[in-house]
């Protein structure tokens, strides 16, 4: 996604972030009115203004997250079974409800047909912006930014879900249109202070859109230091982010190495922590070298995974017991040359 941002006022560098604030699915908000039988024109209070109540549910309040303190504040209006549901033992069934489920789930499990608009609306959380890295460098494109958005759409509890922001961006948000946007500056995700630095970056999925920043902008300043990118996704001809330029820039020499995984493409999954044990005694001569290592992506299974891969690669290139390995590895951390931008 490219967005035109001349006249802006807006700075970033690589490795920052731009947030966005979505409008929740009209879909999702026409069925929440008809479910509790409100009036979408109905004046509610959105801060200190009001607004129609659908114009306020579309652009001004979460719908899509439940959280437990929702829950306890929303079951005076429940005619069945949610103040159950919030006390029963074991909390992990709560914990199971609350995964998946949005505020039209919670309506129709638990009847809350009772609620007044303007009193419910007081009880949701406003809106969040949405976090995106940055995929361009504002050295080499001073009036756009570019984002790498994966659109988020799957089926559970019997119905279709659809990321709130991923999905405004992808269906609804037409050319001319205007977003509210803002830089979120991330100092713990910076490229090195001297151009001749090496760089290892591995970024599965959209994780890769700050390393396609950093690679355009060492293309610009004309920076020396060999550059190694681990990327991998689920299936080549889908979902080669950027594989035109990641080539080009391979051919430039702007790109050193790079090594990529699609665990779908073949019988045996392969993801970039085998790649990185497969080149484990030159990734560590790298870091011998003074490499920077950087990891950008989920923080659940990615970011742990490829945390452990470092540990066992320092362990058995550099001769260390694990607990030698992590203190290098801090080490590393603490001087700035293994960053992280998992979320």
């Known amino acids: 996604m ?10 970033f560098e690589p490795g920052d972030c731009l947030g966005i604030y979505p409008q929740n699915h009209p879909g999702l908000v026409d069925r929440l009115i008809e479910e509790i039988g409100w009036n979408p024109q109905e004046p509610v209070p959105t801060g200190t203004q009001e607004h129609p109540l659908r114009e306020s549910l579309l652009k001004h309040y979460e719908i899509t997250l439940l959280t ?5 504040q929303l079951a005076v ?8 549901l919030l006390h029963r033992e074991p909390a992990d069934e709560l914990h199971s409800y609350l995964q998946g489920r949005d505020l039209l789930d919670l309506v129709r499990d638990f009847s809350l047909t009772r609620a007044p608009a303007r009193d419910f609306v007081r009880l949701l959380r406003k809106m969040p912006p949405r976090l995106y890295s940055i995929a361009s460098s504002r050295r080499a494109n001073p009036d756009e930014v570019d984002l790498a958005i994966a ?5 559970a509890h019997n119905r279709d879900r659809f990321g709130t922001c991923s999905v405004y961006c992808a269906e609804r948000v037409q050319a001319g249109n205007t977003l509210p946007v803002y830089v979120q500056s991330n100092c713990n995700f910076r490229l090195p202070p001297g151009p001749d630095i090496p760089l290892i970056m591995v970024g599965p999925g959209t994780g890769v859109a700050p390393f396609r920043a950093f690679l355009e902008d060492r293309e610009e300043s004309g920076a020396s230091g060999k550059t190694w990118l681990f990327f991998g996704d689920r299936r080549f001809r889908t979902d080669f982010l950027y594989q035109v330029e990641w080539l080009r820039w391979l051919k430039l020499g702007v790109l050193t190495h790079m090594d990529v995984a699609f665990s779908r493409d073949t019988d045996q999954k392969v993801y970039v922590q085998h790649h990185m044990l497969r080149k484990s005694r030159e990734l560590f001569s790298w870091l011998e070298e003074g490499a920077y290592f950087y990891v950008c992506g989920d923080a659940k299974r ?5 945390q452990a891969t470092l540990e066992s690669i ?4 550099g001769a260390m017991s694990l607990e030698d390995a992590r203190a290098y590895l801090a080490a590393l951390q603490q001087q700035g040359r293994y960053q992280r931008d998992v979320y």
């Open 2 to 11: 490219k967005l035109l941002i001349e006249g802006s006022g807006l700075v």
């Open 68 to 72: 437990k303190p929702l829950l306890e």
């Open 77 to 84: 209006f429940s005619r069945d079974g949610l103040p159950d």
């Open 151 to 155: 659109a988020v759409r799957y089926t």
């Open 302 to 306: 990615m970011a742990s995974d490829v």
């Open 314 to 317: 320092v362990q058995r290139e």
